[in-house]
């Protein structure tokens, strides 16, 4: 009988899914097949990353180090460009980064390959690779309201998010195999593999969409645009600063998962592809909530209530006594992070014009680029106090950004 229900459960969500409207789009569908071939490669670089780091030095810190120099163009490269984003055909843009991805996995691959990486190697490449990456995710956030418009834009958002985490899945278990079976230059070849297929698909997309890039802008006159936009628009920049918050004490956590799968759990390379793969299933779990409920009208006050469950699945997590705990803490808390980044990113672009909306994304990137910070300081925790504390610290920090959010921004909750 629970068969039943389940198959009818699954079969009712999948004809949910192809007739969304957001579905209907012939490139809308070819935006998410090259999405999940980017994930793919971005997710998998977590794994084998992490991994080569900790392997090299044994320490959480580096880890965190390699991690946070990842992501630190997001922060100073956020609205710059968000701003390219709006000024250059997207579709261009998009697939002349996903080439450049796959050219930086290829050189890196064979770096690992050759037996001569060193440290600073290591961490010069990923933040080559993470200013390609920001711009890209930039980008691609931008254009999926092009396609689909602004009625279905959170129904367009989740099915990006959600294409994303398969790769991201897909990506995670096949890197910690061939890291484990070949080598970590065979993990980065994967990735590059990955970052092809998506720039051939992104080939075959038509149109702009609904909204062309503004032509005449030059890249000074759309930053101070911006910034104007902001200074004025008080739910924005309070919604911004909640993001910093979130992605400090939220999503810095994965910095410690190589510690917390060798150290604590003991479960090895494979079991850090297994952890990072149920990071992404547990957030295709989340963005499937949002697709059958499909298009939510208070959205600000579900983007704070799942900021409080992030915050209890990640002091769980700190405490979890063994892997099935931490399993479970894991799914809820990788699904409530992709609720809050999903209805961040729409939030940003629901509250900005229409021409601010690839600099919404960029300001929404550059806080994202925040992290790092995060990284630092959760590997320095680890490497002091153990990774158990650090997680516990966090998770509490994560829990006191909500209710101060609930508090003190109320328009937020409006929204």
Sequence with gaps: MSAKVTNSWGSALLSKTVRSPAMRFHDFRLLLASALFDSMGFMGESVVLGWVILEMTDSPFMVGVAVGIRHAPAFFLGVVAGTVADIIDRRKLMRSLMALSALVALGMGLLLSSGEAQLWQLLLVPMVGGSIGTTSMTTRQSFVFDVVGPENALNGMAYLSLAMRFGGMIGALAVGFILANFGPGGGYFVLASGYLGSTIILSFIRSRGQAAPAGGVNMLKGVVEFWTELRHNRTVSALVIVVVFVEFFGFTTQALMPSFA??????????????????????????????????????????????????GALLILGFAPNLYVAIIAILVMSAMMALSDLFSQTLMQRLVPNDLRGRAMGVWTA??????????????LASIFGVTAALAFHGAGLIAVAVITVSVFGKLRRV
Excluded: K
């Design 262 to 311: 060798r150290d604590v759990l003991e479960i090895g390379v494979e079991g850090l592809g297994l952890l990072t793969a149920i990071f992404a299933a547990g957030g295709m779990l989340g963005i499937l909530l949002v697709s059958v409920f499909g298009e939510i009208r208070r959205q600000g006050l579900v983007f704070i209530v799942a900021l409080h469950v992030f915050g």
């Design 367 to 380: 806080a994202v680029g925040t992290a790092p910070a995060g990284n630092l300081t959760i590997g320095a």
